[in-house]
């Protein structure tokens, strides 16, 4: 971490900024993605965690812009980051009862069914959004939104993190844990998700709907027969 004291229109002001990829949080790059028209300012805010109105008192513009080369430095390193094959063993928790270290399994299969369910959802949706933005041609640019990425993860380490019974609402909830964590160690693991799990990745009817169909296509038949309309 960059650390400098930086002297304001009222008093000293302690800042301190990542340096590398490896100090920045997910929910910290998260709120880089979702505001794309940022400026400085705000950017060293949110890597700071340090109020706005704090900074835009900073006596030295200058000195403002020494914190900003760091973020520029490591900058490009971010959109290859969910390329990185780099699983990592374990996974730390700091949760209100304490931390709990949870082994991060070789086979990232998602249970239970309502968190395989809930992800398979996320992981389409996300897919639909890359067709409309590109198309046919959306695999060539596909980068999913970190925060996607948040919530297939809060869905798979829900209950190993907790102990408790899947329950989807609070699943979702568990996001704000997840925010918590390195973006260089859950980065490479949502990536598993949608790039090693194509069956994920794909919408699928489910059994109540494929009966409804059928039974739709039961009646049609049915009616066209009565008709005397013959169907291929």
């Not at 020494?66 to 949760?95: C, G, H, M, R, W």
């Not at 082994?103 to 992981?123: D, Q, W």
């Not at 699943?171 to 194509?198: G, N």
Request: with cysteine; charged share 20%.
């Amino acid at each position: 971490m960059l650390q400098k004291t930086l002297k304001t229109t009222t008093a000293k002001l302690k800042v301190s900024i990542p340096e590398k990829l490896d100090d920045i949080t997910l929910g910290q790059l998260i709120d880089l993605q979702e505001n794309p028209n940022i400026n400085d300012l705000e950017a060293i805010s949110i890597l700071a965690n340090i109020p706005l109105q704090d900074l835009q008192n900073v006596s030295d513009i200058h000195e403002l812009y020494q914190l900003a080369e760091p973020v520029l430095a490591f900058a490009d390193q971010i959109k290859y980051l969910f390329n990185s094959d780099a699983i990592p063993q374990t996974i730390t928790f700091n949760l209100a009862g304490g931390s709990k270290k949870i082994n991060v399994m070789s086979n990232l299969s998602v249970e239970p069914a309502g968190a395989f369910m809930a992800t398979r959802e996320i992981i389409a949706d996300e897919i639909s959004e890359q067709v409309k933005l590109y198309g046919d041609d959306w695999q060539r640019y596909y980068n999913p939104s970190l925060k996607a990425c948040c919530q297939v993860l809060a869905h798979y380490f829900y209950c190993r993190a907790t102990g408790k019974p899947y329950n989807e609402y609070e699943a979702e909830e568990f996001t704000t844990e997840i925010k918590k964590l390195r973006v260089t160690e859950v980065l490479p693991i949502s990536k598993h998700f949608f790039t090693c799990y194509p069956a994920l990745s794909k919408p699928k009817t489910g059994y109540w709907h494929r009966l409804l169909q059928r039974w739709r296509n039961g009646q049609a038949y049915k009616t066209s027969k009565s008709l005397n309309i013959s169907t291929p």
